[in-house]
């Protein structure tokens, strides 16, 4: 069963011995030449599942990762909610800062770190969808998952969760100036007319 | 009402007239790039020579007379500072000589709102790629309505990479566009840096590989692995901006539009998604009058008109600081 599509790959709801998996496909894209399509298909899919299995041995709250094949990666299914569809609280923005500096820490960026991509379940924080992850030790890519989230939630929400976020993470403080200088960008900044 | 639009951002003095969204003339001339790309002030002195009959040529092929002229508009920005005030001075002068409204357009306004008007679409995700500008664009309402950039180009123009692949490799002028007539006749296809963030790119990692591999492949095999890399990259970023944005419509525009192979592609991305395609003919997609002369007479209908001693040009105008009106 098709459960969910995004621009890269659909995620399909499948039982494998009984045990309910998630499977996501890095489907053809028609518009591009076969041999592009499968270099980025491959390449992307082994680096999501390295990724994956990295932050699993780490002990970092995503989804526990079964198998993977050339296209498609198997995972554990999750319960509870996404981030965006539900109510927030302080306590929920704390989990989410400290998981962002978990993935930081050992060198990892996230790439779309929104609340479409935080799972909410209990009390429990999970951070889904590693398709635009990669390695990095860059402050810049780090500060623009730190970025992505502040556009997302209130103000006094992004305190909370950048408070966390600086106490846990390495090389915090450095990142949030590369924030800084970041929102200083023409693109980033607020609009006015002229 | 007839309202005329200056074009004079870079290579083309484009003038055009427009009644009622109906383009009545499109005329331009265009400067010859030699070797050594685009000087400014040479570009700016041939936009003088020639600024007079472009205008009177448009009038009349519009087939109005000089009275019928009720506003006139003038690329603000972005583009090269010395062009972009010939077209001001233009403006200003048919203003004051006719006594009607003159009003400042954004370049990359003009050439999505052609496409928009074209292709028959309201609010579509536009992808604007150019020499000097590749961005994946989408209206946005709040604070004022603007052209929000979801995505863009980290170094340079889509356009500008093929150009300069082309002349590094010393292929004829008209460059972008002769690799992709040499891509039509490639088969074979090397694989090349394929740079994409989200719903950003960049082209100079693969500019630089594709020269340093130059000598070890046909032209036409060359240009063919490019061109496929760098407009899947395009097409890609589209596609996320596309889902991200639940817009149901795709257009693309600006110079590089020009390639049927581009169009093509996105056309086939769009259609992925059931989603409507849309672009403007070839004569908009290049720089030209008619598109501003079409957001000009939208922005006169809303009393946008601006002073005449208040009037500049902005080399750097962003596309977010402009106001857009329909």
Redesign the interface.
């Known amino acids: 069963m098709i459960i969910g599509e995004g621009a890269e790959a659909k995620i399909y709801s499948v039982d494998v011995f009984g045990k309910p998996l998630l499977v996501k496909v890095r489907e053809p894209k028609e518009y591009r030449i076969r041999e592009l399509d499968i270099s980025i298909r491959k390449s992307r899919t082994k680096r999501e599942a390295r990724i994956m299995d990295a932050l699993n041995r780490n002990n970092v709250p995503v989804p526990r990762i079964v198998a993977a094949g050339e296209f498609s990666i198997y995972m554990e299914r999750l319960s509870g909610r996404l981030m965006k569809d539900s109510k927030h609280s302080a306590m929920t923005m704390k989990k989410v800062g400290r998981v962002l500096a978990s993935i930081h820490n050992i060198d990892i960026i996230h790439g779309d770190f929104t609340p479409a991509n935080v799972m909410l379940d209990g009390g429990d924080v999970m951070i889904i969808d590693f398709g635009l992850s990669d390695y990095s030790k860059d402050d810049e890519q780090k500060a623009f998952d730190v970025l992505l989230m502040k556009r997302s939630v209130s103000p006094a929400m992004y305190r909370i969760f950048r408070d966390e976020y600086v106490a846990r993470c390495r090389k915090g403080g450095q990142i949030l100036g590369r924030l800084a200088e970041i929102e200083l960008r023409g693109r980033y900044q607020t609009r006015t007319l002229g | 009402m007839a309202v005329i639009g200056i074009e004079s951002s870079a290579h083309t003095f484009g003038v055009g007239i427009v009644e009622d969204g109906k383009v009545l003339a499109n005329e331009k001339e265009m400067y010859r790039i030699g070797t050594e790309g685009m000087i400014p002030n040479d570009v700016a002195e041939f936009h003088i020579a020639n600024s007079g009959t472009v205008v009177s040529r448009a009038i009349e092929k519009a087939g109005v007379s000089r009275k019928d002229i009720t506003g006139v508009g003038y690329t603000r920005g972005p583009g090269m500072g010395p062009c972009l005030h010939v077209g001001l001075l233009s403006a200003k002068t048919l203003a004051k000589r006719l006594g009607i409204p003159i009003v400042p357009v954004h370049h990359g306004i003009g050439h999505i709102e052609a496409a928009r008007h074209f292709g028959g679409m309201k609010d579509p995700v536009a992808l604007y790629v150019s020499g000097g500008n590749s961005q994946i664009l989408k209206l946005d309402a709040k604070?004022?309505a603007?052209y929000r950039?979801l995505g863009?180009t980290f170094d340079i123009g889509v356009g500008n990479m093929l150009d300069t692949f082309a002349r590094e490799i010393g292929l004829d002028p008209a460059w972008g566009s002769t690799v992709d007539r040499l891509a039509q006749s490639g088969r074979k296809?090397v694989?090349l840096p394929?740079s994409v963030?989200?719903m950003d790119f960049s082209f100079t990692g693969l500019m630089t590989k594709a020269v340093t591999i130059a000598d070890t492949l046909s032209r036409e095999d060359l240009c063919f692995s490019l061109e496929?890399?760098a407009f899947?990259m395009l097409?890609?970023t589209t596609?996320?901006a596309?889902?991200?944005t639940n817009s149901g419509e795709v257009s693309v525009c600006g110079g590089v539009a020009q390639s049927q192979k581009l169009r093509e592609?996105?056309e086939?991305?769009a259609k992925?998604h059931g989603a409507k395609f849309g672009c403007a003919p070839n004569e908009f997609n290049a720089d030209n009058g008619g598109m501003i002369a079409l957001v000009a007479e939208q922005m006169l209908r809303r009393n946008l008109d601006v002073a005449l001693d208040k009037c500049d040009i902005e080399q750097r105008y962003?596309i977010?600081?402009a106001?857009v009106v329909r």
């Open positions: 604070p004022f603007h950039v863009e296809y694989e394929y963030k989200g496929q890399t899947s097409c890609e596609e996320r596309l889902l991200l592609m996105m086939k991305m992925g962003r977010e600081n106001q």
